[in-house]
């Protein structure tokens, strides 16, 4: 498995932008998939972004046009920009990755995003 470690959560008001980082512990260049989550409180979690190796990002509807990933290989990060965010986008957002080779599949420890006036 790979550790992952998210940063860049933080407070900020409707229609502002953050971007949230995702840190592999190693190459994520062998890594089939690489994916955005997000769990409000008393919610499910529920997917938001993906990102492919050698493919096309995929984006979950409700943050389609607003948020954008991007995998960086060389430096073993997968970035979330958000931008014209929503009190509804408030969320723990954690990183995810999926091997599949070996099936095998890891999380980061989330970050908050809190999106409030």
């Known amino acids: 498995q790979v550790q992952l470690v998210e940063s860049g959560g933080g407070l900020v008001q409707p229609g502002g932008s953050l971007r949230l980082s995702c840190l592999a512990s190693r190459t994520i260049s062998s890594i089939y998939l690489m994916r955005w989550y997000r769990q409000a409180p008393g919610k499910q979690r529920e997917y938001v972004a993906g990102?492919?190796?050698?493919?096309?990002?995929n984006y979950a509807d409700s943050v389609k046009g607003r948020f954008t990933i991007s995998r960086d290989n060389a430096k073993n990060t997968v970035d979330l920009q958000m931008n014209s965010l929503k009190p509804e986008d408030t969320a723990v957002y954690y990183c995810?990755?999926?091997?599949?080779?070996?099936?095998?599949?890891?999380w980061g420890q989330g970050t908050q995003v809190t999106v409030s006036s």
């Open positions: 990102s492919i190796s050698g493919g096309s990002p």
């Open positions: 995810n990755a999926f091997e599949a080779s070996t099936g095998a599949t890891s």
